[in-house]
């Protein structure tokens, strides 16, 4: 497919997620301060902070001084009236560590949004339209053996754009899967080995590519305090019908307290374009949360 449209129609996916992510935020405001006003929208946020902190002072056994943290924001704001529902969430990430003499290394970072828009013809099996936003904030860097460090990322660069129509299945309240055609953008700007097709000589910043989309998501109370959430995401472009692009998250979360909560998190990243390795990331984190909304 060609590459002209990609811009004008990511742009277009950015604005809608910005708008329908962040604009709605007036309206709680002015529901807390005018009795009379009852916003539609319902609104929940959370915010988390794992810290972990070590530091050496003529200690014999060895050991280097390490300092550690990964902040996380996620929320959900949702319009349910009776003929649709049109949910937006929202999750950032950004973390970092430092070990002895080396200085701060980035740890976790993630921009993503995303956009659901429901219409009700049934209880269970309903047509959607989805938007997804996808990047980082910060510059991302790999390092080799001798600590050299050649950056690879950064904000916006690569960004990726989805927009999907389909049928949403919703069997239970902790189970829901969606299946669609769906439109795939990669834009970047330095770092085009994340759009680039190797097979043609002209070294292309930006891809699109129509395919099939599927989203799978399960959120399963184990417990009262315990928690166990899965998202499996899949894209087969149509052109390259056998390389499908693969991204599944999986964590637990137990409450300790009102305040204190245990992650243990774990992400699988297949993609053939990037690498025709699975990428694997896992972490396990105590820290601090609290309901901001």
């Not at 497919?1 to 990609?6: I, Q």
């Not at 950056?151 to 389909?166: H, I, L, R």
């Not at 669609?180 to 953008?185: H, Y």
């Amino acid at each position: 497919m060609s590459n002209t449209y990609s811009r004008p129609i990511a742009l277009f996916t950015y604005m809608l997620l910005a708008s329908a992510t962040f604009a709605i935020r007036p309206s709680a405001l002015i529901a807390q301060t005018d009795t009379t006003h009852h916003s539609p929208w319902t609104h929940t946020l959370v915010g988390t902070l794992n810290l972990s902190e070590a530091s050496y002072t003529n200690w014999t056994a060895g050991g280097d001084n390490t300092l550690a943290y990964v902040a996380l924001l996620a929320g959900k704001s949702e319009d349910n009236p009776v003929s649709a529902t049109w949910t937006n969430s929202y999750k950032l990430t950004f973390g970092q560590a430092r070990l002895g003499d080396h200085g701060l290394r980035k740890t976790d970072d993630e921009i993503n949004l995303e956009s659901l828009f429901k219409y009700k013809l049934d209880s269970t099996l309903n047509p959607y339209f989805a938007a997804t936003f996808k990047s980082q904030f910060a510059p991302g860097y790999k390092y080799d053996k001798n600590d050299s460090a050649t950056q690879v990322s950064k904000f916006f660069d690569p960004a990726y754009f989805t927009e999907a129509v389909g049928a949403l299945y919703t069997p239970n309240p902790y189970f829901k899967t969606r299946l669609g055609v769906a439109l795939r953008e990669i834009i970047t700007t330095q770092f085009t080995q994340y759009a680039d097709d190797p097979t043609t000589p002209k070294v292309e910043s930006t891809l699109v590519q129509g395919g099939i989309e599927s989203v799978s998501e399960l959120a399963l109370p184990i417990d009262d305090n315990l928690l166990l959430a899965s998202k499996l995401e899949l894209f087969d472009p149509f052109e390259h019908f056998q390389q499908i692009v693969t991204r599944s998250e999986t964590g637990i979360t137990a409450k300790i307290t009102k305040l204190i909560i245990v992650n243990l998190n774990l992400v699988l990243l297949n993609d053939p374009m990037v690498t025709p390795r699975t990428q694997v990331k896992q972490t396990l984190a105590i820290g601090f949360t609290y309901a901001i909304l």
